[in-house]
T-cell receptor, first 110, second 115 residues
């Protein structure tokens, strides 16, 4: 599976949009981009995933560049409860193997 | 309520004493998996199972065993635990159709300490 690179940590003011980048320059054509987050030491929580097109759901938006070498997760109106570690993962369907990196620790500041 | 449960949540044991961490899901998912999480290393997959009686190794299977005799249960077995298996363990499940979905449900975690 392609490897991902994320910043170690980021801060964002409460109420603002949080933009979390992810580089996956070795991604191949059939690899999906997934985002999960982990609050404290709870089990990771699924956020969103995509292949080529931008995606949006009730939690976030995912913007994937045209060359698919990078993506950005956007939390449109960050709240204190969004403070967590965010993981960007790329994987091949239908393989069930998930490889988590060390993620980005996002801190929402009041 | 759809959920993945793990037991025990916390366990302190000694080197060499066999233990089992149970995992159960009530969503009729075919796919289940075990991960361990260590500081600075993120989550690493130990074993996964595509369905009953079908299991395969993840990235760090050494020192672990699993079994999948029933769809809802996927126990993690440490035959002879060692201190380097001290970690936070997560069980997860989903239907194995990544193209149509992506949500993997994780359990609450089991914090294991091996002395």
């Amino acid at each position: 599976d392609a490897k991902t690179t994320q910043p170690t940590s980021m801060d964002c003011a409460e109420g603002r949009a949080a933009n979390l980048p992810c580089n996956h320059s070795t991604i191949s054509g059939n690899e999906y981009v997934y985002w999960y987050r982990q609050i404290h030491s709870q089990g990771p929580q699924y956020i969103i995933h995509g292949l080529k097109n931008n995606e949006t759901n009730e939690m976030a938006s995912l913007i994937i560049t045209e060359d698919r070498k990078s993506s950005t997760l956007i939390l449109p109106h960050a709240t204190l409860r969004d403070t967590a570690v965010y993981y960007c993962i790329v994987r091949v369907a239908p393989s069930e193997k998930l490889t988590f990196g060390t993620g980005t620790r996002l801190t929402i500041i009041p | 309520e759809a959920q993945v449960t793990q037991n025990p949540r916390y366990l302190i044991t000694v080197t060499g004493k066999k233990l089992t961490v149970t995992c159960s899901q009530n969503m009729n998912h075919e796919y289940m998996s075990w991960y361990r999480q260590d500081p600075g290393l993120g989550l690493r997959q130990i074993y996964y199972s595509m369905n009953v009686e079908v299991t395969d190794k993840g990235d760090v299977p050494e020192g672990y065993k699993v079994s999948r005799k029933e769809k809802r249960n996927f126990p993690l077995i440490l035959e002879s635990p060692s201190p380097n298996q001290t970690s936070l363990y997560f069980c997860a499940s989903r239907t194995p159709r990544w193209v149509s979905g992506g949500e993997q449900f994780f359990g609450p975690g089991t914090r294991l300490t091996v002395l």
